[in-house]
């Protein structure tokens, strides 16, 4: 099948028009592999049954590719697609639109900075699960990744060293004041790109900082031997904690960064978190840090 392209702006319209002939011509080889025309026009027909119109909600850039959310009139259904700089589709989700409201409208009672010192970039982040992978799981609902970028890119020349990416061995520091509660160290960098993971520890080196309020915040996947923290220590704000690694369940450099109600990692509920300056980051915002 001789491979199109299509304008990320007008794909609701198309989808909702049924054209899913033209859409099909537009994804990659890889996508083609995956699902047939006939399958895909089957799937995409019961999924648009009831439809009036799609709406276009987010759209992000992230490491070249061009990402885009549609939801339906009724905020039931969503369609998740990501685009090469051709216009050609790369990846096309099409699933329910699950939200929850009362936790989304539980704020921390703290304010709190980004622990990156200086400018980063949201990977992942936001409300829903398209824009925040981690948004499913009570226990890291509201997290963020994070990364940064230079030139729309979080890496130069190739993703194979850890050195390569710009967040890597960049000062990571605490994002409001509180007492270490918890330290873990030692655990190695992954190699980019590698499926050799920690997946038993998932968090790899990480610090855990109880702040008022009875919130904890987590700084996970820091590179190995660079915390400078113990446990028991009192910080301040914007104090150094640590370097940005790849340590853990991590596949590339990023800090992950969240604040829940205990300081367990599997029974905590995560919090979504104020900002200073009433910010409400989501992925592909790019925001400084505050102090």
């Given at each position: 099948?001789?491979?199109?392209?299509?304008?990320?702006?007008?794909?609701?319209?198309?989808?909702?028009?049924?054209?899913?002939?033209?859409?099909?011509?537009?994804?990659?080889?890889?996508?083609?592999?995956?699902?047939?025309?006939?399958?895909?026009?089957?799937?995409?027909?019961?999924?648009?049954?009831?439809?009036?119109?799609?709406?276009?909600?987010?759209?992000?850039?992230?490491?070249?590719?061009?990402?885009?959310?549609?939801?339906?009139?009724?905020?039931?259904?969503?369609?998740?697609?990501?685009?090469?700089?051709?216009?050609?589709?790369?990846?096309?989700?099409?699933?329910?639109?699950?939200?929850?409201?009362?936790?989304?409208?539980?704020?921390?009672?703290?304010?709190?900075?980004m622990p990156i010192k200086g400018e980063s970039f949201v990977f992942w982040g936001g409300?829903?699960?398209?824009?925040?992978?981690?948004?499913?799981?009570?226990?890291?609902?509201?997290?963020?990744?994070?990364?940064?970028?230079?030139?729309?890119?979080?890496?130069?020349?190739?993703?194979?060293?850890?050195?390569?990416?710009y967040v890597y061995d960049k000062e990571i520091i605490a994002p409001a004041d509180g007492?270490?509660?918890?330290?873990?160290?030692?655990?190695?960098?992954?190699?980019?790109?590698?499926?050799?993971?920690?997946?038993?520890?998932?968090?790899?080196?990480?610090?855990?900082?109880?702040?008022?309020?009875?919130?904890?915040?987590?700084?996970?996947?820091?590179?190995?031997?660079?915390?400078?923290?113990?446990?028991?220590?009192?910080?301040?704000?914007?104090?150094?904690?640590?370097?940005?690694?790849?340590?853990?369940?991590?596949?590339?450099?990023?800090?992950h960064f969240q604040v829940m109600d205990t300081s367990d990692l599997e029974s905590g509920?995560?919090?979504?978190?104020?900002?200073?300056?009433?910010?409400?980051?989501?992925?592909?915002?790019?925001?400084?840090?505050?102090?």
């Amino acid at each position: 099948m001789i491979a199109g392209s299509i304008n990320p702006e007008e794909f609701g319209r198309i989808f909702q028009c049924e054209d899913f002939e033209k859409i099909y011509r537009c994804t990659s080889e890889d996508f083609q592999q995956l699902i047939s025309l006939k399958q895909f026009v089957e799937l995409a027909k019961t999924f648009n049954a009831g439809v009036t119109h799609y709406q276009l909600k987010w759209k992000a850039t992230l490491q070249g590719l061009y990402y885009y959310t549609w939801l339906d009139d009724r905020n039931e259904k969503a369609i998740h697609v990501s685009f090469d700089r051709h216009h050609q589709i790369q990846s096309l989700y099409i699933k329910p639109f699950r939200i929850f409201p009362e936790s989304d409208n539980r704020f921390t009672q703290m304010t709190y900075s980004m622990p990156i010192k200086g400018e980063s970039f949201v990977f992942w982040g936001g409300t829903n699960e398209f824009i925040n992978y981690h948004y499913p799981y009570e226990n890291q609902r509201y997290a963020y990744d994070l990364v940064k970028v230079q030139n729309g890119s979080s890496y130069k020349d190739t993703r194979t060293r850890n050195e390569n990416f710009y967040v890597y061995d960049k000062e990571i520091i605490a994002p409001a004041d509180g007492k270490v509660t918890k330290v873990v160290d030692g655990m190695k960098d992954n190699i980019p790109g590698e499926v050799d993971m920690d997946a038993e520890k998932p968090a790899g080196n990480y610090v855990i900082i109880k702040h008022a309020e009875k919130e904890y915040s987590l700084l996970a996947h820091l590179k190995k031997n660079s915390i400078r923290v113990k446990v028991g220590d009192f910080v301040k704000e914007g104090q150094y904690i640590g370097k940005c690694g790849n340590s853990g369940n991590s596949s590339e450099p990023h800090l992950h960064f969240q604040v829940m109600d205990t300081s367990d990692l599997e029974s905590g509920i995560s919090i979504r978190i104020k900002f200073k300056n009433g910010i409400e980051p989501i992925q592909g915002d790019t925001i400084s840090n505050v102090q």
